[in-house]
């Protein structure tokens, strides 16, 4: 009898998990403005993405240049080196005015190829198959990072949004959170400063969601990849809440990621840290064998080199200031602008000028070749189909400042 290879043809299994991630941010603005013709004679100003135009210190390159090339034939350890994991525990001593070994380098930082992977894989370690006799929480923020949605679905957790509007101070509500709530959770995302709000949490709001951490056991991942991008007074962390909590392990379920993409403008380079409680940093290292490859020996080199110089962070906080100024002599009065506490992005209100976020975006795309993205491509919609992004645009001021103004010109003008 021969065998019809055709008639047995099965799809391969997949997770059913799958099924439940929405569509990107990026691939739904290409698709929205798939059939809209920019305007023309106009240099495109692309908006939409955290990604940085201006160039990293020399710093970076010299130290890749003198890397020697047998390092690159090497595979890096998980753990990275001691002189990165000191070179980060320092950094956090000194923004973060820590005692002298309040951050132990060896058991409480861990390098990561960019905060994105750990951020979307921590929930592998920390989520359990049920909690408090049913289906494990992760809070999240909403508006939110793309990836804490797909790493909480992905694990199993249900996925819980706490909105960030501006009633709430664009930082999520924790009186909104039910007990019963509280108690399934296994662990909550915070960013701040926040993306794309701009909103920073105070010391006490910091406090207070690493007590309920302790109280509810879940961990306190603290999102912090914008906090040195401040315009006027420096964010407080999670770092500064341990420290005032104290206790016999002041980092006890706690987890700060940083990174040098906007630190830095080194995107490119995929390079940042985890630090926090010993416990989970010795869970999430055995993890990390398992999956995920260490960082290049020259680029942990480059790193603790960055780590170490504050002065380039400087020059590159006095940039984004110089673009938000740019922006405000343009915007203030118009779109619900605010300045934001720290970041680059605006979160500009279209209510009264566009019937949503999306008709703004192929609006500024079709008659002023600028590139935003929808406000509902960051926010999750509630029940009753009310999505609080809805009404909003990011914009993203990562172009020189002369670059800002001649486009929030033309954004303005077309938003008018």
Not at 58 to 68: G, Y
Not at 159 to 186: A, H, Q
Not at 287 to 296: I, N
């Amino acid at each position: 009898m021969m065998f019809d290879a055709a008639s047995s043809l099965q799809a391969p299994s997949r997770n059913e998990m799958m099924s439940a991630l929405p569509e990107y941010p990026f691939p739904r603005l290409a698709a929205l403005l798939s059939d809209v013709t920019p305007l023309a004679n106009v240099a495109p100003s692309i908006l939409t993405i955290g990604e940085p135009q201006n160039n990293p210190p020399s710093l970076l390159t010299d130290m890749l240049a003198a890397s020697a090339p047998a390092a690159w034939a090497k595979y890096p350890p998980t753990a990275g080196t001691p002189e990165f994991r000191a070179a980060a525990a320092a950094w956090l001593t000194r923004r973060f005015n820590l005692p002298h070994g309040f951050v132990p380098a060896d058991k409480a930082v861990l390098p990561v190829c960019g905060t994105r992977e750990a951020l979307y894989q921590l929930p592998q370690l920390v989520v359990p198959k049920t909690k408090a006799g049913g289906r494990p929480v992760v809070l999240i923020p909403n508006p939110f990072y793309a990836v804490y949605l797909g790493a909480a679905l992905m694990a199993g957790a249900e996925p819980v949004m706490l909105d960030g509007t501006k009633e709430t101070g664009f930082l999520p509500d924790l009186d909104s959170v039910p007990e019963d709530i509280w108690e399934r959770t296994s662990l909550f995302y915070l960013c701040t400063p926040a993306n794309p709000q701009g909103a920073v949490a105070s010391l006490e709001y910091l406090k207070r969601a690493l007590t309920l951490a302790r109280r509810h056991g879940f961990t306190l991942v603290m999102d912090e990849c914008y906090g040195e991008l401040w315009h006027n007074v420096a964010p407080a962390g999670g770092m500064d809440a341990a420290r005032e909590l104290g206790g016999e392990n002041p980092l006890a379920n706690l987890m700060c990621f940083h990174s040098l993409s906007k630190r830095s403008s080194a995107a490119g380079l995929r390079s940042g840290f985890m630090a926090g409680d010993p416990a989970l940093i010795a869970g999430f290292t055995r993890l990390r064998a398992y999956s995920l490859a260490g960082m290049p020996l020259p680029v942990l080199a480059a790193s603790a080199a960055l780590w170490s110089d504050d002065a380039h962070v400087a020059i590159n906080r006095a940039y984004y200031r110089a673009n938000v100024d740019a922006a405000e002599a343009i915007l203030e009065g118009k779109l619900g602008y605010y300045r934001p506490d720290a970041g680059f992005f605006l979160w500009l209100d279209v209510t009264g000028v566009a019937a949503n976020g999306e008709e703004a975006t192929k609006r500024l795309w079709r008659e002023g070749a600028i590139k935003v993205l929808p406000g509902a491509y960051l926010t999750q919609p509630h029940g009753d189909g009310y999505n609080p992004g809805d009404r909003y645009i990011r914009v993203a001021l990562v172009h020189d400042a002369d670059n800002v103004a001649r486009s929030m010109e033309r954004l303005a003008r077309i938003l008018s």
